[in-house]
């Protein structure tokens, strides 16, 4: 080849980006029986067993539960995973692993009642749903998260198109257990977010009964 031409190859190449570095990942103490934590090691990610009051692997605010397909099913039908999913939401960013292929087990659930299931955690209760393979996809899974540069992202989510009296809704609707018909009513009675940011806890409470207590807490936060 001339090397004219080499020279420009070389200098088209682009350098690159030095791996990010692993986060500290904690396991729960519970998971030294399977082989991810050992496959972490491998990836040299950071790891620190302890004793997790909820899921399997924390990274900063990223919460894991880690199961395999047969322990899904079990929990699933034991009703011991609902407790689990519910305890996962306190972590701002939830994620289910199931591990293994579901052909490989031998389960007796309705089919469409899995489908539901897994539908549910999704839609309902908000959390992604990773599947892998193995303990190996799963640590490779497992320290790609632990390697993720964080990004900023704004909490002013805006709609195209909407009205005026549709820009209060949305407003008022990013508040919990508040949808449109309540933010709705709201807006009735009090016409203005102004006046509802400065109504009293009982006057809220006319419209919101037991969620009053929750509104009124979040607008009078010091952030």
Do not use: C, W
């Amino acid at each position: 080849m001339n090397p004219g031409i080499q020279d420009i190859f070389k200098k088209s190449l682009k350098k690159e980006k030095p791996e990010q570095k692993a986060k500290l990942v904690l396991v729960d103490y519970r998971e030294k029986n399977s082989l991810v934590p050992s496959e972490l090691m491998a990836l040299k990610t950071p790891i620190e067993f302890k004793e997790l009051k909820v899921a399997d692997y924390v990274i900063e605010d990223i919460a894991i539960e880690r199961k395999t397909f047969s322990d899904f099913i079990s929990s699933m039908v034991n009703k011991r995973l609902l407790r689990q999913l519910q305890d996962l939401q306190q972590y701002p960013k939830p994620l289910i692993i199931i591990e293994g292929n579901q052909r490989d087990f031998d389960f007796n659930i309705n089919p469409n009642a899995l489908k539901g299931f897994l539908l549910s955690i999704s839609l309902s209760y908000k959390i992604p749903i990773i599947f892998t393979e193995n303990p190996i996809e799963t640590a490779e899974y497992i320290n790609l998260i632990s390697r993720k540069k964080p990004t900023s992202m704004s909490l002013n989510i805006s709609k195209k198109n909407l009205t005026k009296n549709q820009q209060l809704q949305f407003i008022l609707e990013s508040f919990p257990k508040i949808g449109p018909k309540t933010s709705e009513k709201l807006l009735s009675h009090f016409k203005t977010i102004k006046q509802i940011t400065n109504a009293s806890k009982e006057e809220l409470k006319t419209i919101l009964g037991k969620k009053s207590e929750e509104i009124y807490e979040i607008i009078n936060r010091t952030f």
